[in-house]
């Protein structure tokens, strides 16, 4: 039924507490942050809270001259935003899908522009994709975090994970890879052959090749971010 009376609507769309921690799904593309201390979240994803919450941006060396360095002389990197207090803290990001991930002193990388949110228990840094630089249509970093703690991370639609193993190798668009596995370094191939077929970006030779153990996430969605023209 997709027509309500007032009293229909707010019952069906009405936030509930369902005592599921910290990190909990309000809805799939709605993530409540049951805040008591801090929290790391993506800049500008904060869409309502309520309670005594306090929100500032990152500072300059925040995390750090070498973090600072990467972020400003590259331009890369993801603006983050820390939520200080005792409430209840609501975030999104254009509707994507929102899935929490428990790291238990595990590590994983995610796509800058997908990592919606966690915890300050979790050590975290900016690494850049130096050889694709000017090849691929801009915004393209991975942030590695490692540690124990609650990580939320952000697909277009609903997310697959591929598996990966030493004799059967995974190849990717860098533009719909979300996440991998920490201990995984994927390279950057090229094959022109396959310019017609993959992507619509100007990397749309380029794929990344992700050799060993572990897994890769993709979502059926090419996320391009353009550089600013200087």
């Known amino acids: 039924m997709s027509r309500y009376s007032i009293e229909e609507f707010v019952n069906n769309t009405k936030q509930e507490d369902k005592g599921e921690g910290l990190f909990e799904l309000e809805t799939p593309r709605m ?26 941006r990152e500072g300059v060396l925040e995390h750090g001259i070498g973090k600072m360095f990467k972020k400003a002389l590259t331009g890369e990197g993801t603006s983050l935003m820390k939520a200080n207090g005792n409430g209840k803290l609501y975030l999104a990001d254009q509707g994507k899908k929102i899935s929490i991930l428990h790291l238990q002193n595990d590590a994983i990388f995610v796509n800058g522009n997908d990592l919606l949110a966690f915890e300050p228990s979790i050590g975290w840094d900016i690494k850049l994709m130096r050889r694709v630089a000017g090849m691929l249509s801009g915004g393209l970093f991975n942030v590695r975090l490692e540690g124990t703690g ?9 997310p697959l994970t591929l598996l990966v193993s030493p004799d059967n190798p995974v190849y990717t668009d860098p533009n719909a890879t979300v996440a991998w596995s920490g201990n995984l370094q994927p390279e950057f191939v090229t094959d022109i052959s396959f310019k017609t077929f993959l992507g619509r970006g100007s990397g749309e030779s380029i794929q990344m090749k992700f050799s060993g153990d572990g897994f890769v996430v993709v979502q059926p969605f090419e996320e391009v971010y353009y550089a600013p023209q200087s």
């Open 31 to 56: 993530l409540e942050i049951n805040l008591n201390g801090q929290v790391w979240s993506k800049a500008g994803a904060m869409v309502s809270y309520r309670g005594q919450i306090k929100f500032e």
């Open 150 to 158: 609650m990580v939320a991370i952000t697909s277009h639609y609903e």
